[in-house]
């Protein structure tokens, strides 16, 4: 079976899980510290912060910058749920804009439609790995006294204009969910470039505590572990190496696919990632069948995303129309994520692209 994820845990996590147990001491220490410091070395930002996931990392830098009740915070509708949950957890109001049907990143002109007197941020996911028109929307942004707000967590170590994503914005946040490149199973890292936000996020996330026992504000427990904080660690120094093992494969597969599907889109000024290999489909293709059968032949598929967030019953409710976003549920429709991971060689590649084309065909 082609798996459409295979994390690249060995020895060397093994050991560094070991090295904590016998250390005794498991929560929140010098191992998230020295993640925290690397990981803003290897983005070249002034800091990062270390928390419980990525939703966490979302909604803290939220709460960081003040957004609450009665603000607007511009999403994109093709996406993982948590990017527009994160604003509703704290009381503001998600706006949907569109997606361009090049990179399925949040459309540049959508966005400045979707600004209004009380929209306080923009959140730009880059999504899959391929990094939003950071410039554009940097722009925006700018003009209208807006936070940029970067979802990185599909993006570590993807590119915008040479710069390393998660550098752009008022802050950034990444995860270290199972799946993403670089993972310790659950966790995320906020960055940022403000000492003042550095300092909020830090007492939100452990209590509000300023010493022990000393609670100056409202916080909530969002710490990540030494366990995890170790993991991450070892999967940071093999994050290069597995991206452009990543970048090869998609590069193989855009050359078998070529004229078959809609492969992804690198743009001249973005380095992808490639988190997800996701093509789209010709139109009217029944995707599930084309899934069952590449299934049978031993290759695993997945679909990001089956539906827009407005789809959802959650957002149905709150009075939301999917029809405002033609793209985004267009891409929906048709999108199929393919294994494209660092365990892959040629051989399994070329199998990938012929059952997709055979499911096609049949």
């Known amino acids: 079976m082609i798996r459409l994820v295979e994390l690249s845990l060995g020895r060397e996590e093994e050991e560094a899980v070991l090295e904590v147990l016998r250390s005794g001491r498991l929560a929140q220490g010098p191992r998230v510290a020295e993640l925290e410091r690397r990981f803003a070395e290897y983005l070249r930002v002034p800091w990062a912060l270390a928390v419980s996931s990525g939703t966490a990392a979302l909604e803290l830098s939220l709460r960081a910058l003040g957004i609450g009740p009665g603000d607007e915070v511009v999403v994109p509708p093709f996406t993982f749920i948590a990017t527009a949950n994160a604003v509703l957890w704290v009381g503001a109001r998600p706006i949907f804009a569109d997606v361009s049907p090049d990179t399925l990143t949040l459309d540049p002109e959508a966005v400045k439609e979707a600004i209004g007197p009380r929209t306080k941020a923009v959140i730009a996911v880059h999504l899959f790995g391929h990094p939003a028109d950071l410039r554009a929307l940097s722009e925006i942004c700018e003009d209208a006294h807006l936070h940029l707000i970067e979802d990185a967590a599909q993006a570590h170590g993807a590119e915008a204009w040479g710069r390393k994503v998660g550098s752009f914005g008022t802050l950034a946040a990444f995860s270290l969910y199972a799946t993403k490149n670089m993972t310790s199973g659950e966790g995320g890292i906020i960055v940022g470039h403000d ?168």
């Open 195 to 362: 000492e003042g936000l550095r300092r909020r996020i830090e007492l939100l996330r452990n209590q509000g505590q300023e010493e022990k026992y000393l609670h100056v504000s409202l916080g909530m427990n969002y710490r990540l572990t030494e366990l995890q904080a170790a993991l991450a660690l070892v999967q940071l120094g093999k994050l290069e190496e597995n991206v452009e093992a990543r970048r090869r494969n998609a590069a193989i597969l855009n050359k078998l696919l070529k004229g078959v599907v809609e492969t992804p889109r690198e743009e001249p000024w973005a380095r992808h990632v490639y988190h997800q290999y996701a093509v789209l489909l010709p139109e009217g293709t029944p995707r599930e069948r084309v899934r069952k059968r590449m299934l049978e032949e031993g290759v695993e598929t997945a679909v990001h995303y089956p539906r827009t967030i407005p789809e959802q019953p959650l957002y149905r409710r709150l009075g939301y129309d999917a029809a405002c976003c033609p793209v985004s549920l267009g891409a929906s429709r048709r999108v199929l994520s393919l294994p494209v991971h660092q365990g892959l060689g040629r051989a399994e590649l070329e199998k990938v692209a012929t059952s997709l084309k055979r499911a096609l065909e049949s």
